[in-house]
């Protein structure tokens, strides 16, 4: 499972290269064969009512999850360069290595922000939505810096010179700090591109799913997962949050997380064993089925 996170990093950079490409390209020909890397971006589609992109990527949402977040989206990468170099940096108290860590969703938090730029695009009020959204931010600095405003090929900048560079620059280093001190925070508590993946990505078709057979309890693929959402004792994967970034897979030795489309249980469970109907066996042939916890309370009695 190494191959699909290898995969999976080497198509998202090789998508950030290209997208930066059409964002400096000043030429039709080229804005031509690159175009569609800002045009499969999320708010600009819906914004300029792009049917075929919002269906797109709902439905691929409804059957693998978040994987807009792990390969098309550019502060996704820009949050797993910097997320990568706090890992190696972070330190404990003690000084061992400050690994991550499952928590609760700011389910409030994350939803109300959403609502938020909802009603200010509803309004026609887009500068909220602009210093937030992934795209948005992206293309308004690398179009500034590049003096591309004026002739960018998709006409979406609408922070122009230094207040749009000022203002994409502080959003920028604001997510890196978030990610490099604890990984995909900005995800799955601000960007409303994420909040809005994360309601269909809940019900998603094929989901990865931790095996409580294989699992080991070892806890390595919790402390490899950047959006904190494995709870490794519990078996569980908060999907909502999940970006599909497959740490966890290549973590774990025992090949216990895997896709699948059914919830995996333990197949012995303890108290399945214990109150298993169980035959009795008079003079070599089985006889009716009893109930082994009230047969054992029986023996007890008498
Ligand atoms: S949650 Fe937002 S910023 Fe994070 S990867 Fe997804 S779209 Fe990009
Ligand atoms: S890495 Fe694998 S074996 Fe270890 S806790 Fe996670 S799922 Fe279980
Ligand atoms: S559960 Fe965590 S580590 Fe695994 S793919 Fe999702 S975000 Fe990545």
Same mark, same amino acid.
């Given at each position: 499972?190494?191959?699909?996170?290898?995969?999976?990093?080497?198509?998202?950079?090789?998508?950030?290269?290209?997208?930066?490409?059409?964002?400096?390209?000043?030429?039709?020909?080229?804005?031509?064969?690159?175009?569609?890397?800002?045009?499969?971006?999320?708010?600009?589609?819906?914004?300029?009512?792009?049917?075929?992109?919002?269906?797109?990527?709902?439905?691929?949402?409804?059957?693998?999850?978040?994987?807009?977040?792990?390969?098309?989206?550019?502060?996704?990468?820009?949050?797993?360069?910097?997320?990568?170099?706090?890992?190696?940096?972070?330190?404990?108290?003690?000084?061992?290595?400050?690994?991550?860590?499952?928590?609760?969703?700011?389910?409030?938090?994350?939803?109300?922000?959403?609502?938020?730029?909802?009603?200010?695009?509803?309004?026609?009020?887009?500068?909220?939505?602009?210093?937030?959204?992934?795209?948005?931010?992206?293309?308004?600095?690398?179009?500034?810096?590049?003096?591309?405003?004026?002739?960018?090929?998709?006409?979406?900048?609408?922070?122009?010179?230094?207040?749009?560079?000022?203002?994409?620059? #502080?959003?920028? #280093?604001? #997510?890196?700090?978030?990610?490099?001190?604890?990984?995909?925070?900005?995800?799955?508590?601000?960007?409303?591109?994420?909040?809005?993946?994360?309601?269909?990505?809940?019900?998603?078709?094929?989901?990865?799913?931790?095996?409580?057979?294989?699992?080991?309890?070892?806890?390595?693929?919790?402390?490899?997962?950047?959006?904190?959402?494995?709870?490794?004792?519990?078996?569980?994967?908060?999907?909502?949050?999940? #970006?599909?970034?497959?740490?966890?897979?290549?973590?774990?030795?025992?090949?216990?997380?895997?896709?699948?489309?059914?919830?995996?249980?333990?197949?012995?469970?303890?108290?399945?064993?214990?109150?298993?109907?169980?035959?009795?066996?008079?003079?070599?042939?089985?006889?009716?089925?009893?109930?082994?916890?009230?047969?054992?309370?029986?023996?007890?009695?008498?």
């Amino acid at each position: 499972m190494k191959r699909l996170k290898i995969l999976r990093i080497v198509f998202s950079v090789a998508f950030a290269v290209l997208l930066t490409l059409a964002l400096l390209s000043h030429d039709p020909q080229q804005a031509s064969w690159l175009g569609w890397t800002c045009r499969l971006q999320l708010l600009p589609a819906v914004l300029s009512l792009s049917a075929g992109v919002c269906l797109f990527w709902l439905a691929v949402t409804l059957f693998i999850g978040r994987i807009y977040c792990s390969t098309v989206c550019p502060l996704g990468v820009i949050q797993d360069l910097f997320g990568r170099i706090g890992k190696m940096l972070r330190r404990n108290r003690d000084g061992s290595l400050r690994l991550y860590r499952y928590s609760q969703a700011e389910n409030r938090l994350r939803y109300v922000i959403l609502g938020v730029v909802v009603i200010c695009i509803m309004a026609g009020q887009m500068f909220l939505p602009e210093i937030i959204d992934p795209y948005f931010v992206f293309a308004n600095l690398i179009d500034n810096l590049s003096g591309a405003v004026s002739d960018s090929m998709l006409g979406e900048v609408v922070l122009p010179g230094a207040l749009g560079i000022a203002i994409s620059a #502080v959003t920028l #280093v604001t #997510v890196s700090a978030l990610a490099f001190k604890n990984g995909r925070t900005f995800c799955n508590t601000i960007c409303p591109v994420g909040s809005s993946l994360s309601v269909v990505s809940r019900i998603s078709l094929l989901k990865l799913e931790i095996d409580p057979d294989l699992c080991t309890n070892c806890g390595r693929c919790e402390q490899e997962c950047k959006a904190s959402c494995i709870n490794a004792k519990a078996h569980t994967i908060d999907y909502s949050r999940c #970006v599909l970034c497959m740490n966890c897979t290549a973590a774990c030795n025992d090949h216990a997380i895997r896709f699948s489309a059914t919830r995996k249980r333990l197949s012995t469970p303890l108290m399945q064993q214990i109150n298993r109907k169980v035959p009795q066996m008079t003079a070599g042939r089985p006889q009716q089925a009893v109930d082994a916890s009230s047969t054992a309370s029986d023996t007890r009695r008498s």
